[in-house]
């Protein structure tokens, strides 16, 4: 080798050793800017999001215990019972550093929380750790117990906790205050409340009870529920004596409704938002024939409607194959509160049937025997047809105008004389109407506004008559009469057939 050679070694050499030294003194202060802070507390994490990047050993002691959907949820379940104010998601939005006090004013530990850039260090400074892995742990089951019995010791409700032999071993404030308002004493432990109720509870752990407190007052009633737990069973009882109230004023109201249906004429059938009959009435039982254990075993509509058929209380269908159609039309217009249909049958009755809507989807069918009405109005009616053929014998010219002046009646000569048909009118005609067309056919005569005024008085009234010149009768005799409720007869007669007639009865007489 020669000494140029050994020249070049040399300074390679030395270029090299230089180099390296220039390397490692820069790598400490490059990973200084850019690397986190070293994690130094015994519980102490970094994250970069909701991920976790580094922890100390006890911190991720701690979060393999409670286990998230992220590693900050499992950060926010460790530590939240103890710095309730920690937030369940990371802070994103600004840099800095927070404070976290503990729940308990005793405990001196402080959660700090430091965010720069895209990570956020989590750190909890305790003082009276020293160095304990299970301080913590310690610290998080004081806070969550602090925050049960705040929890139970507010409770509205009875809540205790018994033995194997039914003792009690734990109660909260309401159990007591309860105890106290019962018993007037401290609770027993052999003598928890509702033991009676408590020991017969069914397969799920539920039961309704009723304590008596003094002869003055009514009846507490309670909800008690139990849970089977290692070395005892938990009990909760719950008030429901609103509930209690509402169900008793809703029986009342219940059989003051069945009372007054019962008395009703009218058969009732209510059914309910499913179709199954829900109440009914004697009545009912009476115009249908319908058993009363069938109508207690609350049938559906479509049973109830095929036993009244059986029972021949509808009319028979012609197409026994359409019946469910029709059936199904029945129920449907009477959900709409559109069906009312009158049923004639075989036996000559006589059923006004309706259907109503009514709150929930129940439905109510009413059932109203009208044979006498119906038979009233036919008699009725029979008697105007023949009212009106006796009339309609007569030559003069009838008709009849209510106490307000409304045409009631006329007959076929007054329709032929005055070429006037009321009964087509769409309106009713009044005496008003009336008079006009008279006029329009005769002379002018101050008569018409006697026959008004006569017709529209309601004072006592006594019969009169006028002469009236018609333009093709020649001479009308006008008779005005008040007969019964106020209403008014006019008759109108003509003149020379009633002198005819007189003249004739007189050579008759000679």
């Not at 752990?205 to 002869?215: P, T």
Request: glycine share 4%; charged share 25%.
């Amino acid at each position: 080798m020669t000494f140029q050679d050994i020249i070049l070694v040399i300074f390679v050499s030395g270029v090299t050793a230089v180099a390296g030294l220039l390397f490692v003194a820069w790598m400490p202060v490059r990973s200084a800017q850019s690397a986190p802070q070293p994690i130094t507390a015994d519980i102490s994490l970094l994250f970069r999001g909701p991920d976790l990047e580094h922890a100390s050993n006890t911190a991720r002691f701690i979060l393999a215990q409670n286990s998230g959907e992220t590693d900050w949820i499992s950060l926010y379940r460790s530590f939240g019972a103890r710095f309730p104010a920690l937030p369940r998601d990371p802070v994103t939005d600004r840099d800095g550093s927070m404070i976290l006090a503990a729940q308990d004013i005793q405990d001196t530990a402080v959660l700090k929380i430091d965010r720069v850039n895209e990570c956020t260090h989590v750190q909890v400074v305790d003082p009276d750790a020293l160095g304990l892995d299970d301080h913590h742990r310690v610290k998080s089951l004081e806070a969550e117990l602090q925050t049960l019995r705040l929890a139970s010791s507010t409770a509205p409700h009875p809540t205790w906790q018994a033995d194997e032999n039914g003792n009690v071993k734990w109660c909260n404030d309401a159990y007591k205050a309860l105890y106290q308002d019962v018993h007037g004493s401290e609770p027993d432990p052999k003598n928890p409340l509702l033991k009676s109720f408590t020991e017969k509870l069914d397969d799920k752990g539920q039961s309704r009870a009723s304590l008596k407190v003094d002869d003055e007052r009514p009846s507490l009633w309670f909800d008690v529920s139990s849970m089977r737990v290692d070395d005892g069973t938990m009990f909760h009882a719950i008030d429901i004596n609103a509930v209690i109230r509402a169900e008793i004023a809703q029986r009342n109201f219940v059989q003051t409704l069945a009372k007054t249906f019962a008395q009703l004429s009218t058969g009732l059938a209510i059914f309910d938002r499913n179709g199954q009959l829900a109440l009914f009435n004697p009545a009912l039982v009476d115009l249908t024939s319908l058993p009363a254990d069938f109508l207690s075993a609350r049938p559906d509509l479509s049973s109830f409607f095929d036993r009244l058929r059986d029972n021949r209380v509808m009319p028979e269908p012609k197409n026994y194959r359409s019946w469910r159609q029709e059936i199904s039309d029945v129920i449907s217009a009477a959900t709409d509160g559109r069906y009312q249909e009158t049923w004639s049958l075989e036996s000559g009755q006589t059923y006004r049937v309706s259907g109503r809507p009514h709150l929930d989807g129940a439905i109510a069918f009413l059932i109203e025997d009208t044979s006498a009405e119906m038979l009233l109005t036919r008699n009725f009616r029979a008697e105007l047809e023949l009212s009106q053929s006796l009339m309609d014998t007569f030559d003069d010219a009838l008709v009849v105008f209510s106490s307000a002046g409304l045409l009631q009646f006329c007959n076929t000569s007054y329709r032929e004389m005055w070429k006037l048909d009321p009964e087509n009118s769409f309106a009713e005609v009044t005496i008003i109407d009336t008079i006009k067309d008279w006029q329009k056919q005769c002379h002018p005569n101050p008569a018409w506004g006697e026959v008004r005024n006569f017709i529209m008085n309601f004072e006592e009234r006594a019969p009169w008559d006028a002469t009236i010149e018609h333009n093709q009768h020649s001479e009308l005799r006008c008779h005005v009469d008040p007969i019964v409720s106020g209403a008014t007869l006019i008759r109108f007669s003509r003149v020379r057939q009633t002198q005819t007639s007189a003249k004739k009865l007189t050579n008759m007489a000679g």
